[in-house]
């Protein structure tokens, strides 16, 4: 044991390193978007800010400076330039491996948030995160995207199948609602509701539940969004330029506020430099390690030998265990996918199996290889379906096999105090003195869809800020203060607290 603890601080002490090249292969990725090896037939020599990242995080910033640029009536020549760093493939970390699923869950934080941060700090951090469902789908819609990025409203269900955990969510719940009274928006209070075990199998036909509990949430491909939005960006903001294949390998400080981004296709003098890496994040902000880990997540598509009917693809699940939960959307392949299935019918999402990994889970912990899958969660999540939502007796509707098309894994970033991490970082984080402003916004804890697009388009109006170039707040992102990357936090932060927290 104390070996295996040993190892485990090790690889979370350690650097992140380089994405692997040869990831397992995510079904959201195939067909790859036209522009997912996109580069500039030189790499530029010089950008006013770089992003290293280009999962959703670095969308969002992009998005949102070409956006403020634009409202402030800033003349063209004087937009910044802007060059996106990948060291793979566009969009080929977590946010194209992911499930897709945008799901706020209070009832399982609440007490946690109000705690740490009083009733009126968890108040904004849940407002913020979400706000985050309706937003992205705005985005999608306004972007003549809804469709093909299949971003939707689903009502979901936790089953929950430990009676202690399903009584402490009851109670937080209650506390929720009673705390946020005159707070939420009242299309989404309106769906919460706790269901007894009597009432899951009455409502879904599903037996063995201590309990459930019923909501709004709602799922899409992040790829598919993310890609599209890039090309979008492409074709609008000629000072953008999407780098693939070009990792960032280390940074140097410069004289006069820059600092050389230094890539194996040469170097790149920034003023500002953002660090959307998530799982990756502390490779050049080694200040952060420990306090934001990568762990190794795996996702599934099954398609069940007959659908249950009480689910379609305007429904969610998941499946509560005290420790750990698995995750499931639906979804209809369009006509043209490339994923053709014997069995006919939608194609389910399902991730999750993470502490059925040895040491429950704690071996994907500090795991940056995407490149492999580990066997426990794979073997686990491959045999959910049939196990837990087998058809009801005298009843056809229920899987007893899947057809497995697809399995992948990808990496997350999971911080020490469950917050994600926004803002300006100085010498203790980079441990570089001098060069070029730097910036950090990552560190979602496996729930990207509720965090990272606001904690991006917070950070862009901040760097834009701090450039001189003044954006006004209508309509614009307000990261909580709780999110904020500050020197304290940094002190604060205990990696002991993962253990309790997730
Ligand atoms: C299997 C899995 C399932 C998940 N399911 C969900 C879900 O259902 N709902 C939810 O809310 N969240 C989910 N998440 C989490 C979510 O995907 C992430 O929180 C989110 O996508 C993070 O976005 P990002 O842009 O910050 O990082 P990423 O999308 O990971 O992007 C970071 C990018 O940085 C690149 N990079 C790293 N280092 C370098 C370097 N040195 N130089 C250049 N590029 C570099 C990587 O290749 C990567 O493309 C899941 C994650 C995984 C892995």
Same mark, same amino acid.
């Given at each position: 044991?104390?070996?295996?603890?040993?190892?485990?601080?090790?690889?979370?002490?350690?650097?992140?390193?380089?994405?692997?090249?040869?990831?397992?292969?995510?079904?959201?990725?195939?067909?790859?978007?036209?522009?997912?090896?996109?580069?500039?037939?030189?790499?530029?020599?010089?950008?006013?800010?770089?992003?290293?990242?280009?999962?959703?995080?670095?969308?969002?910033?992009?998005?949102?400076?070409?956006?403020?640029?634009?409202?402030?009536?800033?003349?063209?020549?004087?937009?910044?330039?802007?060059?996106?760093?990948?060291?793979?493939?566009?969009?080929?970390?977590?946010?194209?491996?992911?499930?897709?699923?945008?799901?706020?869950?209070?009832?399982?934080?609440?007490?946690?948030?109000?705690?740490?941060?009083?009733?009126?700090?968890?108040?904004?951090?849940?407002?913020?995160?979400?706000?985050?469902?309706?937003?992205?789908?705005?985005?999608?819609?306004?972007?003549?995207?809804?469709?093909?990025?299949?971003?939707?409203?689903?009502?979901?269900?936790?089953?929950?199948?430990?009676?202690?955990?399903?009584?402490?969510?009851?109670?937080?719940?209650?506390?929720?609602?009673?705390?946020?009274?005159?707070?939420?928006?009242?299309?989404?209070?309106?769906?919460?509701?706790?269901?007894?075990?009597?009432?899951?199998?009455?409502?879904?036909?599903?037996?063995?539940?201590?309990?459930?509990?019923?909501?709004?949430?709602?799922?899409?491909?992040?790829?598919?969004?993310?890609?599209?939005?890039?090309?979008?960006?492409?074709?609008?903001?000629?000072?953008?330029?999407?780098?693939?294949?070009?990792?960032?390998?280390?940074?140097?400080?410069?004289?006069?506020?820059?600092?050389?981004?230094?890539?194996?296709?040469?170097?790149?003098?920034?003023?500002?430099?953002?660090?959307?890496?998530?799982?990756?994040?502390?490779?050049?902000?080694?200040?952060?390690?420990?306090?934001?880990?990568?762990?190794?997540?795996?996702?599934?598509?099954?398609?069940?030998?007959?659908?249950?009917?009480?689910?379609?693809?305007?429904?969610?699940?998941?499946?509560?265990?005290?420790?750990?939960?698995?995750?499931?959307?639906?979804?209809?392949?369009?006509?043209?996918?490339?994923?053709?299935?014997?069995?006919?019918?939608?194609?389910? %999402?399902? &991730? /999750?199996?993470? @502490?059925?990994?040895?040491? *429950?889970?704690?071996? #994907?912990?500090?795991?940056?290889? $995407?490149?492999?899958?580990?066997?426990?969660?794979?073997?686990?999540?491959?045999?959910?379906?049939?196990?837990?939502?087998?058809?009801?007796?005298?009843?056809?509707?229920?899987?007893?096999?899947?057809?497995?098309?697809?399995?992948?894994?990808?990496?997350?970033?999971?911080?020490?105090?469950?917050?994600?991490?926004?803002?300006?970082?100085?010498?203790?984080?980079?441990?570089?003195?001098?060069?070029?402003?730097?910036?950090?916004?990552?560190?979602?804890?496996?729930?990207?869809?509720?965090?990272?697009?606001?904690?991006?388009?917070?950070?862009?109006?901040?760097?834009?800020?701090?450039?001189?170039?003044?954006?006004? %707040?209508? &309509? /614009?992102?307000? @990261?909580?203060?709780?999110? *904020?990357?500050?020197? #304290?936090?940094?002190?604060?932060? $205990?990696?002991?607290?993962?253990?309790?927290?997730?």
């Amino acid at each position: 044991m104390e070996d295996q603890l040993s190892a485990l601080l090790r690889r979370l002490e350690a650097a992140p390193g380089i994405p692997v090249q040869n990831p397992t292969s995510s079904y959201w990725q195939e067909p790859p978007h036209p522009i997912s090896n996109i580069q500039s037939p030189e790499l530029p020599s010089s950008a006013d800010i770089v992003i290293i990242g280009s999962g959703i995080t670095a969308c969002s910033i992009v998005k949102t400076l070409l956006e403020c640029c634009r409202d402030s009536a800033l003349d063209e020549s004087k937009y910044p330039r802007v060059v996106v760093l990948e060291a793979r493939s566009l969009c080929s970390g977590g946010t194209g491996r992911n499930g897709g699923h945008i799901k706020e869950t209070p009832h399982e934080h609440w007490n946690y948030l109000r705690e740490t941060f009083g009733v009126e700090g968890a108040r904004d951090i849940t407002r913020f995160r979400l706000k985050h469902l309706d937003d992205i789908l705005k985005i999608a819609k306004k972007e003549g995207l809804e469709c093909v990025a299949e971003a939707r409203k689903v009502k979901t269900v936790d089953l929950h199948y430990d009676r202690e955990f399903y009584r402490e969510s009851v109670d937080q719940l209650k506390r929720f609602l009673v705390d946020m009274d005159g707070f939420l928006d009242p299309e989404i209070d309106a769906h919460w509701k706790a269901l007894t075990g009597e009432e899951v199998l009455k409502e879904f036909g599903i037996d063995g539940t201590c309990g459930a509990f019923t909501y709004l949430a709602g799922a899409l491909s992040p790829y598919a969004l993310v890609a599209h939005l890039f090309d979008s960006f492409l074709r609008s903001y000629p000072k953008l330029h999407i780098e693939t294949s070009t990792p960032a390998l280390s940074i140097t400080p410069l004289p006069s506020s820059l600092s050389s981004v230094n890539t194996p296709r040469g170097i790149i003098k920034a003023s500002h430099i953002i660090h959307a890496t998530n799982g990756h994040i502390s490779q050049f902000l080694p200040g952060l390690r420990t306090k934001i880990q990568p762990v190794r997540g795996t996702m599934s598509v099954q398609v069940p030998s007959s659908q249950p009917a009480k689910f379609t693809t305007d429904d969610s699940l998941s499946f509560m265990w005290g420790k750990g939960f698995e995750y499931i959307t639906i979804r209809t392949p369009p006509t043209d996918s490339p994923h053709k299935s014997s069995t006919p019918g939608p194609h389910w %999402m399902v &991730g /999750g199996g993470l @502490v059925h990994a040895p040491h *429950e889970g704690l071996s #994907e912990f500090g795991v940056t290889d $995407d490149a492999t899958i580990s066997l426990q969660s794979k073997a686990y999540l491959l045999g959910i379906l049939p196990s837990i939502l087998p058809p009801p007796p005298d009843q056809p509707n229920g899987v007893t096999n899947v057809e497995t098309l697809s399995c992948w894994s990808g990496i997350m970033g999971f911080s020490a105090d469950a917050l994600p991490w926004v803002g300006r970082v100085g010498e203790r984080y980079s441990r570089r003195r001098g060069g070029a402003k730097e910036y950090v916004c990552g560190g979602y804890s496996g729930e990207g869809m509720v965090n990272a697009w606001g904690c991006g388009a917070g950070l862009a109006r901040l760097v834009l800020h701090e450039m001189g170039i003044e954006v006004g %707040m209508k &309509g /614009g992102w307000m @990261v909580p203060w709780e999110m *904020e990357a500050t020197d #304290e936090r940094l002190e604060r932060a $205990d990696i002991r607290n993962l253990a309790t927290l997730f």
